[in-house]
């Protein structure tokens, strides 16, 4: 096996590696936008943690988060960015390009 599935898996993007976060980033892939509902039930964490996740994807750029009313409820709207599509295109290739590597034993 080679050092460079190494350097991949070292090179893997570690917003996007964390569990929640990828979960997160997959049902945004998916949808025009999403409520805060629609990612808590689709994702299965906490209110807590679901912010939390939301939070530090934002601050790398890769969603953006618009607040809202609608009548007199606040509703939170979530939207992956082209910089966010971009870099879970590129996680997701890298992943491949790791199995590949693993699965021919180079």
Do not use: C, W
Request: hydrophobic fraction near 40%; avoid cysteine.
């Amino acid at each position: 096996m080679s050092k460079n599935v190494f350097q991949n898996i070292k090179n893997l993007d570690r917003v996007i590696h964390e569990p929640a976060r990828l979960a997160i980033m997959a049902v945004l892939y998916g949808v025009e936008e999403a409520d805060f509902k629609y990612l808590l039930n689709m994702t299965g964490l906490s209110r807590g943690n679901l912010s939390a996740h939301v939070s530090k994807l934002e601050e790398a750029g890769y969603v953006y988060v618009q607040k809202k009313f609608v009548g007199k409820k606040p509703m939170t709207i979530y939207k992956i960015t082209a910089e966010g599509r971009k870099a879970l295109d590129q996680y997701l290739k890298s992943v491949k390009q790791i199995y590949s590597t693993l699965k021919s034993g180079d």
